[in-house]
């Protein structure tokens, strides 16, 4: 880039300012990586989550099912005690009893089957979603540690770039005149981080204000003095448009 009026310490603030513009673009895209993990671990997460409730819900059906058997023999151990008793019975009221008593447990034996068999179709059904959970949660296992990888050797190479942009930016301002990189500090500091702008048909492209014309010019020509927007305080620049180099060049 070629500054109008050859203003070597304008030159000097204008790479600082680029500098500090890529310092600022390697902070914020190092700044975002944990949080794209982060996201991507969820998603793992939310499969993982499927998987073991899947696991739970079978792992409590099993016990039902168990508990249901477990009925079932009891009520027939029950039922055979009835039985057992039927040939010492005296009177026909008390046989009718014992008949009534072991109709009483074979309803009960068939409804507890009943809900066995609801039980193991339930358990049927979640066992054949559990291949499809882990595959997915398995494939998605191997996709985010691949991503991961991907995004620890990222956050390696940008802050191997930032801190060779913070270097740089160091040495060079080391190379300015203090009370100038103290002028650009505060502007710095109070303008969003931007110190240095450029002027483009005399407006300042920091707050978008008109610049004086005498300013303007002096902006466009000074090769020592430098100007500062009336109204945002940035230093001013005026870039050389290839199209204006091009037309200077040409005689008239
Ligand atoms: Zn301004």
Redesign the pocket.
């Known amino acids: 880039m070629i500054i109008l009026g050859g203003n070597k310490q304008l030159e000097q603030l204008v790479t600082l300012q680029k500098l500090d513009d890529e310092v600022k673009e390697l902070q914020e895209t190092l700044a975002l990586i944990p949080g794209q993990v982060e996201k991507s671990r969820q998603e793992l997460e939310t499969k993982k989550a499927r998987l073991n409730r899947l696991n739970t819900e079978i792992e409590d059906l099993k016990k039902k099912r168990g508990q249901c058997e477990q009925d079932v023999k009891s009520e027939n151990d029950h039922m055979l005690k009835a039985q057992q008793k039927l040939p010492s019975v005296k009177t026909n009221k008390e046989y009718s009893a014992l008949l009534a008593e072991i109709d009483a447990i074979k309803e009960k034996i068939s409804s507890i089957e009943d809900r066995e068999l609801g039980i193991m179709e339930a358990l049927d059904q979640k066992e054949a979603e559990i291949p499809e959970a882990k595959q997915e949660f398995e494939g998605h296992q191997k996709e985010f540690d691949e991503y991961k990888a991907r995004k620890d050797a990222e956050a390696a190479r940008v802050q191997g770039e930032l801190d060779a942009a913070n270097k740089k930016r160091e040495d060079m301002a080391a190379t300015l005149d203090p009370k100038l990189v103290s002028d650009y500090w505060k502007i710095f500091s109070r303008r969003d981080q931007v110190a240095v702008?450029a002027m483009k048909d005399g407006i300042?492209q920091?707050?978008?204000?008109l610049i004086r014309p005498q300013v303007a010019i002096e902006v466009k020509s000074s090769d020592k003095l430098l100007h500062n927007?009336h109204?945002?305080?940035?230093f001013?620049y005026c870039e050389a448009e290839p199209a204006e180099d091009a037309e200077s060049a040409v005689p008239k």
């Open positions: 702008v300042c920091g707050c978008f204000q927007c109204s945002c305080h940035r001013l």
